[in-house]
């Protein structure tokens, strides 16, 4: 999917602390001149593979109060709130969760093919009445059985697998009934103990040495992995109880191997002890049969299976995805594909993982979607938007109201070596104006160079007041400040374009919101003609082909603001409300963004 | 709606040459009405577009949804009976120039729609052939001289490109992948649930869609 | 002056402005209107077919319920349904009798140019990219972002805070805590240049207000 253009991502800071600086942001006032000079240095790289992992769009990121910090996905805590299955949206209990494997146990299922969620439908044949009127004999009742689940998007049915169902409900135990009639029917083993595993047994090992001798032999039983499954696990269960039975730890509790018990086991097996060699738990030991869930390859399935390819060809062959998304690992063909059973899905609540506050709890019901708490970084930092200052976009990018033809979209397509001017509006959310200082390489990273200065890096934006206040008092404030600056313009300052955009001033100013102009100079795309290039040593790149994405032009901007605000409290409206200076506290911030600006013409 | 009015007076003027002039006026392009056979029994929606020079003829049953375009500019039309075309569907070859700029394509001759077809709003259908009970989906683009095949279903955004030929009992979804519908070509009853299903339908949409047969006639 | 023009500006009576503030494009194809809502503020761009003529057919017995059930599609306030757009209510066979089920759009939706809507209902806060399809009795929750040309397949269920994309369409994330927050930026006062107040998901009553 093309990336829309503009977009603004913000880098967590934490991204720092794994580099070598680990308290470079969080700075004192007095130490922001040097510190801004040590970033010369090591400006952020949006290309850099690491930064893929510290970007991210705003609304994405949320604000420890405590910390005074963002937080990204990669610094916060998820604890699950509640699981559900996203198709039926029932909320599925803690408890059940694991044993269900993670899935849907009601009548939610996946198309096996092409993952679109699956309805059930009768197989009955349909009545001859055609009108309401006529139907009305047997409007009363619902199409009877049997039944069988179909694909709306790509017509896969169970009727290929041959899974048809008796009732319309219930359907997981149905399915299950089906595939454990499917295994016996094939000659595998559910209880260990029946008479009838014993005898498999001893003919899985006959075949096994008939097997080698001779290729026509029949293929050794394997089981499918549903049976192989359960008696693994039957196996393990009962290693894991004869070991209970001779330690007093039991280790079925808990697999952990950082437990107490674990390492109490480990002690004992390994460690010299005091204890006699009458205590010493047998050592638990893996399967080795089948009958214990040991799995043997066999060389004559492979054969099998390529004659199986060979007759159903490209069609009958799962696709790779396919196969990962079978909870099985044997399956190679279309018709092996069951239908599989929906994921469930979360709700999580998010906490700082330096100081463990919550950031954001959603209330626990599946079908609200209030938040008991929820610490945005919108209501935080400020917003960067940016644009182009004369070319206005003849849609919204995000809101498009007609259709745009491929390759129309001229916006966002910039001239090499033309310069350009945008408009960078910084929104303050905070109830305090914010200083802000902003800060940019004069080239862009990248092999491609381009020329990049802020106007106006320094400015001030009002705080976020009551937008009636701002209604009231500024209405001719704001258009008399637009005037002065037209005048100040030049003689032919009543059309948008002829303004001509002045170093060290604020283009626009709001309530909470501060425009400056950016101009960029997009440098050449290597390719181009006369290999020209703003940068000092682009020439040693400019053979090479560009990698993808090379020409998109991102601005790494580092953003540093100052406010005063109430000391100790939150930036919340109380705080606002009781302006005292006693009370204040010089607070500071600084982060790294990337604006994207768009792609530049080849 | 001014329906009924509107209709009281392409009765009155229907069959006359005088008929055409307003008709290209009101479809607001310069197209000639489209020579028609017309079944009584079809449903052709006032709103409908039937446009170009060589026949297009409607079986009984059928419903053209409002804002359908047939266009027989290039070659013939024939819709069997009982199909659907829905809105904003384009039926017919439309710019050659686009699909065909070499001009080497051939050209069907008619472009040939089976019985109980369901052709959803979007699609552009410039198939030589497609065969009965198959559901062309929403946005669906059929290349010129293509030939879809009886009981196939083309997922919705899918591309059939010119001249390709498509089996029976054929799906095609996705990203145009494609793959055979066995349960419908195994199980003769879910063809019958299906055609009832669309029977039902066509009875409803004949009940809710007015019909206005005679400006095209 | 400097007011962003996000919207082209469309010579005077392109559209028709209801009571309640729906703007209507002259050029929207809408069929079956007395079985259409739209909630006020909503916008229906040019070239729209809104499909209200599709709905329940009354049963012969009771005349009453006639009024009631002949409603087709609603949508909430300030909707806006992009161009080419086809909006049509879903039918199904149940218990023996085809039936067009009504379909429900929510508030602050909105839906990208030449998709085509057949989904059972539509919650608030939605954003739906351009080209995509959602097929019959889809449902689409709150706070849902659809990627452009996403085909949504019939009866699928998309939860809450979810991106969906591909086709068919899969959950292939969540929309972020901050979805549909405009960050400080004015809700009220269309602040100018800078204001650019509606985000995806959010209130969309300035992108409403601009589009004239």
């Known amino acids: 999917m093309a990336q829309v253009f503009p977009y603004t991502y913000y880098s967590c800071p934490c991204v720092e602390s794994s580099s070598t600086k680990p308290n470079a942001v969080q700075s004192a006032p007095q130490e922001a001149a040097p510190f801004l000079e040590d970033e010369e240095e090591n400006t952020f790289d949006p290309r850099s593979p690491r930064a893929n992992f510290s970007l991210y769009p705003i609304e994405h990121l949320l604000y420890c109060t405590d910390c005074h910090q963002i937080r990204c996905p990669r610094c916060m805590v998820e604890e699950v709130v509640c699981w559900y299955c996203p198709n039926c949206l029932f909320e599925v209990p803690s408890s059940t969760v694991r044993s269900d494997g993670n899935r849907c146990t009601r009548n939610c299922y996946n198309c096996p093919i092409c993952t679109s969620i699956l309805s059930i439908s009768s197989l009955e044949k349909p009545t001859e009445g055609l009108t309401p009127n006529d139907a009305a004999s047997d409007a009363a009742k619902a199409p009877g059985g049997p039944y069988f689940l179909s694909c709306p998007f790509c017509q896969w049915s169970s009727l290929e697998i041959g899974i048809q169902f008796e009732k319309h409900f219930n359907l997981t135990s149905q399915l299950q009934k089906i595939i454990r009639g499917d295994t016996h029917r094939l000659g595998s083993v559910t209880d260990l103990a029946s008479p009838r595993g014993e005898e498999m047994e001893g003919e899985i090992q006959g075949r096994a040495s008939v097997a080698s001798v001779e290729d026509t032999a029949p293929l050794p039983i394997q089981g499918d992995t549903e049976t192989l499954f359960t008696n693994l696990y039957n196996f393990y269960r009962a290693q894991l109880s004869e070991l209970s039975d001779a330690n007093p730890y039991s280790l079925s509790s808990d697999y952990s191997f950082a437990s107490p018990s674990s390492i109490t086991r480990l002690m004992n097996l390994y460690g010299s002890g005091g204890r006699t060699k009458k205590d010493r738990p047998k050592p638990i030991r893996e399967a080795a049969e089948f009958s214990e869930g040991q799995k043997v390859s066999n060389p004559l399935s492979e054969k099998e299976n390529i004659d199986r390819i060979r007759s159903v060809g490209w069609e009958g062959t799962a696709s790779v995805e396919q196969r990962l998304q079978q909870c099985r690992e044997d399956v190679g063909f279309v018709d092996e594909l069951r239908p599989l059973a929906t994921l469930l899905r979360t709700k999580k609540s998010k906490r700082c993982k330096i100081c463990r506050q919550i950031l954001s709890r959603p209330e626990s019901k599946v079908s609200t979607n209030r938040y008991k708490i929820k610490l945005l970084a919108l209501n935080n930092i400020p917003k960067i938007t940016m644009r182009s200052l004369n070319a206005q976009p003849a849609q919204h990018p995000s809101f498009p109201m007609q259709a745009t033809a491929p390759g129309s979209d001229e916006a966002s397509t910039l001239k090499p070596l033309v310069p350009t001017h945008f408009l960078l509006t910084i929104t303050n959310p905070l109830f305090d104006s914010i200083k802000v200082t902003l800060a940019t390489p004069s080239t862009t990273p990248g092999c491609v160079k381009s020329k990049v200065t802020i106007l106006c890096p320094q400015f001030d934006v009002g705080a976020n007041t009551d937008v009636w206040d701002e209604a009231l008092s500024s209405a001719t404030d704001r258009s008399s400040k637009r005037q002065s600056q037209m005048l100040s313009a030049g003689p032919d300052g009543g059309s948008l374009t002829g303004i001509q955009a002045e170093a060290g001033k604020v283009w626009e100013r709001g309530r909470n919101w501060t425009s400056i102009v950016v101009e960029v100079a997009p440098g050449s795309l290597p390719d181009s003609i006369g290999h020209v290039t703003l940068g000092d040593d682009a020439q040693g790149d400019g053979g090479a082909a560009l990698d993808e994405d090379e020409d998109v032009l991102e601005i790494p901007i580092f953003v540093r603001l100052e406010y005063e605000t109430e000391a100790g409290g939150d930036d919340g409206g109380a705080a606002h409300a009781r302006k005292e200076d006693a009370g204040k506290e010089k607070r500071e911030e600084a982060f790294w963004a990337v604006l994207g600006v768009g792609r530049i013409a080849g | ?217 | 002056m400097s007011r962003p023009s996000a919207a082209r500006k469309a010579p005077k009576g392109e559209y028709i402005e209801t009571d309640s503030g729906n703007k209507v494009w002259r050029k929207a194809n809408i069929s079956g209107a007395p079985n259409i809502t739209l909630g006020g503020r909503t916008v229906i761009r040019e070239d729209v077919h809104l499909r209200g003529d599709l709905h329940r057919l009354s049963t012969t017995k009771e005349d009453g319920s006639k009024s009631s059930s002949s409603h087709s599609i609603s949508i909430g306030r300030c909707s806006v349904v992009a161009a080419g757009c086809v909006i049509k209510p879903p039918c199904r066979v149940s218990r023996g009798v085809l039936t067009y089920y009504p379909m429900k759009i929510g508030d602050n939706v909105f839906i990208g140019p030449n998709s085509t809507i057949q989904s059972a209902s539509i919650s608030s806060h939605v954003h739906i990219g351009e080209h995509c399809v959602l097929q019959p009795f889809s449902m689409v929750r709150e706070n849902v972002k659809i990627l452009p040309h996403t085909i949504v397949p019939a009866n699928m269920v998309i939860p809450s805070n979810s991106v969906v994309g591909g086709r068919p369409a899969r959950i292939i994330g969540e929309v972020g805590e901050g979805w549909g927050a405009a960050g400080g930026a004015s809700a009220a006062g269309g602040a100018g240049t800078g204001g650019e107040s509606w985000v995806e998901g959010g209130d969309l009553r300035e992108l409403v207000r601009s589009i004239r």
């Open chain 2, 1 to 217: 709606m001014d329906q009924q009015a509107s209709q009281a007076k392409r009765v009155s003027t229907s069959g006359t040459s005088s008929n055409r002039a307003s008709t290209a006026k009101r479809s607001s392009t310069n197209v000639p009405k489209a020579p028609t056979s017309l079944d009584p029994n079809a449903i052709i929606a006032n709103h409908a577009v039937l446009t170009g020079i060589h026949t297009i003829s409607v079986a009984a049953g059928t419903v053209i949804h409002p804002h359908a375009r047939i266009i027989s500019t290039y070659s013939a039309v024939d819709i069997g009976p009982g199909c659907i075309v829905s809105e904003k569907a384009v039926i017919g070859l439309s710019d050659l120039s686009q699909d065909d700029p070499e001009g080497d394509l051939e050209l069907p001759e008619i472009i040939k729609i089976g019985q109980n077809v369901n052709i959803e709003s979007g699609t552009i259908v410039e198939a030589a052939e497609i065969g009965e009970n198959t559901l062309i989906d929403v946005d669906v683009k059929l290349g010129a001289g293509s030939v879809i095949g009886k009981n196939c279903t083309i997922s919705a955004c899918s591309v059939v490109p010119p001249g390709e030929t498509v089996p029976d009992y054929t799906v095609i979804y996705g990203n145009n992948q494609r793959r055979l519908n066995k349960s419908l070509q195994s199980t003769p009853v879910i063809l019958d649930i299906k055609s009832k299903g669309h029977e039902k339908q066509l009875n409803v949409l004949q009940r809710l869609v007015p019909s206005n047969l005679a400006k095209w006639q």
